[in-house]
């Protein structure tokens, strides 16, 4: 695998929608919006980088993140909540596999979740703290179709 060094720091944030890439960037003495078309996958890759960039090495191992696409073959039954990240959350007991529909329209799942996890996640205050404090980056996980 061949490396490149790239600086991301004047990147400010980044958000997707309708096939474009939003990037809010520092230019000294103003901010600048610019979009590009890119898949969604570039976002979550994005958020992905961040992540690994400022999480200890601790908290990465043995943590796993994939983002390789499989079918959603297995019927989970899916809830509604309210929440800015996710549209609905699904657990199904009998294989530990917890599937998240996120407000973008992606649908990942997380394997070998625990009961206790998926409990905690439905009687948490905010799905999204939740989620990135406990399940993000702590799982395997797969994208799947956004086909439920």
């Not at 400022?54 to 309210?82: G, K, Q, R, W, Y």
């Not at 959350?89 to 998240?100: A, F």
């Amino acid at each position: 695998m061949k490396l490149s060094k790239i600086d991301l720091s004047n990147v400010l944030a980044v958000g997707h929608s309708n096939g474009q890439l939003g990037l809010l960037l520092d230019r000294g003495s103003e901010v600048e919006f610019i979009e590009i078309t890119a898949p969604e996958a570039a976002l979550h890759g994005l958020q992905m980088v961040d992540f690994i960039a400022n999480a200890d090495s601790a908290e990465l191992s043995p943590c796993i993140e994939s983002t390789e696409i499989a079918s959603s073959d297995e019927s989970i039954t899916m809830l509604p909540v309210t929440s800015a990240m996710a549209k609905s959350i699904g657990y199904s007991e009998e294989t530990e596999t917890l599937r998240i529909e996120f407000s973008s329209g992606a649908v990942y799942q997380y394997s070998d979740v625990e009961p206790g996890t998926w409990e905690s996640l439905q009687d948490s205050d905010s799905t999204g703290s939740f989620f990135n404090s406990e399940i993000k980056g702590c799982y395997s996980s797969q994208r799947v179709d956004d086909q439920l």
